[in-house]
């Protein structure tokens, strides 16, 4: 019954191919909850506030989802708002502090952490207890959602992966005779073939609001098997692994493989710069070539994992996720509507939004995820190597990360390693200090 | 005028009150009720004073025990003294974005004042169409800030970029105005005292607009150069405006989060990283509450401190 | 009554900009004024390079445009069809025109008391309005949103409003008594002989005379209330109760930016500002804004 009233609905809105699928979906959504929440609760109205993680259409047609809820009964019925990155952070806090925050949100990639810390969120064991009947628990891509688990429970639930990958412009490589490197060796002899030709190497980031330079060079760093954070969640930044890799990089530097003003750039400036044919192969998020669009976002190819020196390869990826807080009008609600959004959000993909990679199978499997090679290859490819802020240590978010997630001193870190004018030992020195002085034992 | 009247006018001018007794008897001041002027001018007062403590003193109070605590964004945390401002008073990246506030600040006051007051002088002089330059030149203030970031951020940044290209043109390529910590910090400054400059020039502009002209004949008279009349005669005329201008152009440039954090988030390496910029940081991205607090009042602490000692100048220029 | 009226038609020349002798010129002569133009004209000209990108910039075809033309005027079309823009234009005008008039019936009698009443209260109470205002706008917002919440003006243009009207205050009170300290005392002193209250004269003398200060007290609260986004991004939550700066940011995406789109709003929002300065701009003058704050 309310499976076909939000099917109707849905297709009056022009999703006629996806009708069957979201009718059969909501309806499996609505027996699954409706089971549990026999026993009542309120029929508070549930609050969901999304960011914008698309272009202009994502927001719109979230909000269609959204309110296509129909929810079991005993249950309250969902609103959509929509927050603006801009200042999100105190837009959450002052709201959450104020107690008129939502009951179920996305926001940061750290922000279920901090909010756990203050016992703000209702953790998702129970939720994901449900979804292991369902099926949509086996259908998260596999080991995601152990990445959100802290030592009381699931603070958030992955929503969309944000993953840092090798790009490359296939024409200019071709018309230069450069083979797509494969390891770090072969990549330095690209960048310097490139390099007499008036093209950088190594296309990255890290100014106002960018701090895709830093994720490269972590992403970097857990390619050679290092990365920031040991088994304890604690900072452990200066090992020979990290050194190797940022030398890696300051070599880049050095030979003028990398723009001098990579520093300061924006992503707009980067993305100027591969519209310019300046930037001939470069590390960004999955969504570069839409971005930079017209006939050179169609040349930009992503390349395979590099192998590292130490034989291994990795990269870093961020799982951005939906947290419930404890302050709803119905925990069973917010359980009820997420697992109604998880089984019918696959449109937010399959009609290119622009959002982040989908954390279910059934979504990457789609045709019309298919049909882009780039998200296929990062899918298959990227995503089983790559590991969250917590490696070496651990493939888990923690606390912890919010002292390097795209704060002052991951911001002061990258550019001195892009300004080249470091030692790779001393620049890991200071982020270690700087990162222990702030992080919570 | 009687002798009565000219007691009440003083009475009036010293805010003792004009109504309220008979003409000619001395306020007996201990038993007066007070009087109507005063209970006028209370009533005048009033609703800003309202204002005040609701808007402007709750979150400064607020803000004061935030500084004293260990809290986050949500939790008040627990009393801490002043270990906060301990902290931050004795971390290197307090004193040296104090020091680029310092950059920033007098060459944001003095740039935009010098700029504002000769575009002011240029204007006041007889111009065909000069009214449309008056508002073309205020459009740098107008402008929305991430705007004008944006388009700078265009202007210069990339290799492709305008300004690059034309310096490439006359003999200087590579030119880093955002990646370098030194011609970023200048960049910004620029930046700064383009968006500031209008208000200074209409400041001073309104003040010119006072200066008789008879005493610049006068002077031009005694044989006195240009830049002898300007020094002698405009410059101490318009020395109150300016002191004024330069206050508020303080505070303006201290407290100035956007155009340094859209233009360059404060880098490359924390260059342009301002006390406010730090602020900023310290509590929404470092999540440091208290010690981010700290570093505002800080800040707010020695802007008072400045303005307190522009402002006797001011008092001392009216004096004279 | 008579010596009011009389009073207050007399001119004043002491505060307000007298046009004759704007258009002094002491180095006369065809040649000269050419020349003058020439110069402010080249500097204008570089001084509004940046805006004139913005101009350029919304009329490009922004990302994922079928169009070829060099110049478009897509943005600008997409922009009041997709979007709420006009929602967001009449609340910003709304917020800004109710925050300047507020501003100014509030500033006013303050000011007047910080002009005319001179004494350690006073003196005191003038230093606090520049106390509470040198703290930044950034560390304020989040008790100012429990404050509000509390109270029910979040996501409230009333809401808003009220902290512009606050944020504006300190300056416009300021402005408001240097203005009135160029009005010359004798002028209430006539309406008080003929029997006029503090505030009858108030509003027949004082006020009557202070158009230009009015008028630049009310540009500036103008200004504040028309670009602020960092209490409107926190406070105004959905999309028909946005202002044009948080409409503007709603271009903004995780990692791509429709600088298109965005261009065509900061056009949008550059108009009534800009309309407002050419139609009132003989009468801006911010000169001696801290009079009543050098007077004591």
Redesign the interface.
């Known amino acids: 019954m309310e499976s076909q009233s939000s099917g109707a609905a849905f297709t009056r809105r022009g999703f006629i191919g996806l009708a069957g699928a979201v009718s059969a979906t909501a309806l499996l959504a609505a027996c699954t909850t409706g089971g549990g929440s026999s026993g009542g609760g309120s029929a508070g109205v549930i609050k969901f506030w999304n ?6 259409t ?1 927001n719109p047609l979230d909000k269609q989802i959204t309110l296509a809820y129909k929810p079991p009964k005993g249950l309250g019925k969902a609103t959509y ?7 999100f952070t ?2 959450y ?3 959450v ?4 925050g939502p009951a179920v949100s996305s926001g940061g990639g750290t922000q279920a952490f901090l909010f756990e810390s203050q016992g703000k969120i209702a953790y998702a064991d129970h939720l994901l207890d449900s979804w292991k009947k369902n099926g949509l628990y086996d259908d998260f891509l596999p080991g995601l959602i152990d990445t959100l688990k802290t030592k009381n429970g699931y603070a958030a639930v992955p929503y969309n992966l ?1 993953m840092r990958v090798m790009w490359y412009n296939k024409s200019l490589l071709s018309k230069y005779g450069v083979a797509v490197p494969t390891d770090w060796d072969t990549y330095v002899a690209a960048c310097k073939t490139l390099k007499s030709h008036g093209i950088y190497g190594y296309g990255t980031y890290a100014g106002a609001g960018g701090f ?1 330079g830093g994720h490269n060079l972590v992403s970097h760093m857990i390619n050679n098997g290092g990365g920031l954070f040991d088994s304890n969640n604690q900072p452990n930044c200066v090992t020979p692994e990290n050194i190797e890799a940022m030398d890696w990089v300051l070599g880049l530097v050095k030979n003028g493989y990398v723009d001098p003003r990579s520093a300061t750039y924006t ?2 400036n980067a993305q100027a710069q591969y519209k310019a044919l300046k930037f001939g192969m470069g590390w960004d ?1 999955g ?1 570069l070539a ?2 930079v ?1 017209g006939s050179v976002g169609n040349d930009l190819v992503v390349a395979s994992p590099l192998t590292g020196p130490s034989g291994k390869k990795g990269a870093l990826f961020f799982p951005n996720n939906i947290m419930m807080y404890t302050h709803t009008p119905s925990q069973k609600g917010s359980e009820a509507f997420l697992t109604y959004y998880y089984k019918n959000m696959a449109p937010l993909w399959t009609k290119n939004t ?3 990679l989908p954390p279910l199978k059934s979504i990457a499997a789609t045709k019309e995820f298919q049909s882009v090679p780039n998200n296929v290859k990062i899918i298959n490819e990227w995503q089983p190597i790559s590991k969250t802020w917590g490696a070496p240590g651990s493939n888990t978010v923690f606390l912890n990360v919010t002292t390097v997630d795209g704060t002052p001193a991951m911001d002061t870190f990258t550019q001195g390693i892009l300004g080249g004018k470091v030692t790779a030992k001393a620049a890991l020195t200071t982020l270690q200090n700087t990162l222990k002085a702030n992080a919570k034992p | 005028m009687t002798a009565s ?1 000219a007691e ?2 003083n009475r ?4 003792v009150g ?2 309220g007794h008979g003409p000619g008897a001395p306020a007996p001041r201990r038993k007066s009720v007070i009087s ?3 209970w ?2 209370l ?3 009033l ?3 309202l ?2 403590l ?7 109070i ?2 004061g025990i935030q500084s004293i605590r260990n809290g986050d ?1 949500i939790n008040a945390g627990d009393f801490v003294g002043f270990a906060n401002y301990a902290s931050v008073l004795s971390s290197p990246q307090f004193w040296s974005s104090a020091q680029f506030t310092l950059i920033f600040t007098i060459s944001g006051v003095f740039g935009s004042w010098a700029v504002g007051l000769a ?1 002011a002088l ?10 449309v ?16 970031a ?3 951020n ?2 210069v940044a990339t290799p492709q970029s305008p300004i690059p290209i034309l310096f490439t043109a006359l003999g200087m390529p590579n030119v880093l105005f955002l990646a370098s910590p030194v011609l970023a910090q200048v960049t910004v400054c620029i930046f700064k005292i ?1 968006i500031s400059f209008p ?1 200074m020039m ?2 001073m ?3 010119l ?5 008879n005493v ?1 004949e006068a002077a ?1 008279m005694d044989g006195a150069s240009t830049w002898q009349t300007f020094r002698g005669v405009t410059l101490p005329i318009i020395s ?2 300016t ?3 330069w ?2 152009m303080t ?1 303006f440039c ?2 100035d ?2 155009t340094i954090f859209l233009l360059t988030g404060g880098g490359p390496v924390n260059s342009t990283t301002s006390l ?1 910029v730090l ?2 940081r310290t ?2 991205q470092n999540f440091q509450v208290g010690p ?2 700290a570093i ?2 800080l ?2 602490f020695v ?2 401190v400045i ?2 000692v522009l ?1 006797r100048q ?2 001392k ?2 004096v004279e | 009554m008579t010596q009011i009226v009389a009073a207050s038609s007399r001119p004043i020349t ?2 307000q ?2 046009v004759r ?8 002569g065809k040649r ?3 020349l ?2 020439l ?3 080249v ?2 000209a570089i ?5 004139f ?2 101009f350029l ?1 919304s009329l490009q075809p922004s ?2 445009s079928t169009s070829t033309a060099a110049f478009t005027l897509e943005n600008f079309a997409n922009v009041f069809s ?1 979007t709420s823009v006009l929602t967001w234009l009449t609340n910003s005008l709304l917020v800004t025109v109710v925050t300047v008039v507020i501003a100014v ?3 006013a ?2 000011g ?2 910080l002009s ?4 350690k209260l ?1 003196s005191g ?1 003038s ?21 509000f ?2 109270i029910g003006l ?1 996501d409230n243009l009333v809401g808003v409003t ?2 512009y ?3 504006t ?3 416009a ?1 300021w402005m408001m008594a ?1 203005y009135f300290d160029s009005i010359p ?1 004798t002028l ?2 006539a309406a ?2 003929d029997g006029a ?3 009858g004269s ?1 509003t027949r003398v004082v006020l009557r005379n202070s158009l230009p200060g009015i008028l630049s007290t009310a540009i500036f609260s103008f ?1 504040l209330a028309w ?1 602020d ?2 209490i409107a ?2 406070f105004l ?3 028909g109760n946005y202002t044009l ?2 409409g ?12 298109g ?3 065509a709003v ?1 056009v949008v ?2 108009l009534p ?2 309309l407002l ?2 139609f009132l ?2 009468y ?8 009543s ?4």
Request: charged letters at 10%.
């Open positions: 960011q914008p993680w698309g272009g202009t994502f708002q929509e927050i603006q990155w801009a200042n105190q837009t806090s002052s709201a502090a104020s107690n008129t944000d895709t992503a707009a998020t969504g839409s971005n669009g622009g959002i982040g | 009247t009440r006018l009036a001018r010293r805010g004009v109504s109507a002027r005063a006028t001018l009533a005048f007062a609703p800003s004073l204002l005040l609701l808007i402007n003193l709750y979150p400064v607020y803000a964004l575009l240029l204007l006041r002089t007889r111009i065909p169409a000069g009214n330059f008056k508002v073309l030149l205020l459009l740098p203030w107008i402008v929305p800030v991430v705007v004008s944006t388009s700078w265009f202007l383009w208000f209409m400041m502009a309104s003040a607009a006072s200066v008789d002209v610049y031009k109150r405006s002191y004024i201008s206050i508020l505070i201290v407290n989060f956007p406010v602020a900023y509590v929404f981010g607090v505002a009042f800040m707010t802007l008072v303005s307190v402002y001011i008092r220029v009216n | 002491v505060g900009v007298d002798r704007r258009r002094a010129d002491h180095t006369s000269g004024q050419w003058r133009f110069l402010i004209a500097i204008t001084v509004i390079v940046p805006i990108t913005v910039l990302l994922g997709q019936v509030v500033a009698p303050a007047y008391v005319r009443a001179r004494n006073v109470y230093l606090i309005l520049f106390v509470v205002q040198s703290l930044p706008v950034v560390t304020a917002v989040i008790p100012l949103f429990i404050l919440a509390q979040v009220i902290i009207v606050g944020a205050m300190s300056v009170i240097a005392i209430e002193e008080w002989m209250s503090v505030f108030f200004l670009n986004y960092l991004v926190v939550r959905s999309d700066p948080v503007l940011e709603t271009f903004f995406q995780q990692n791509a930016t429709n600088w789109l965005v261009m900061a929002m550059m500002p800009v300065f050419a701009n003989r801006f003058s911010v000169g001696g804004i801290g009079g704050l050098a007077g004591k």
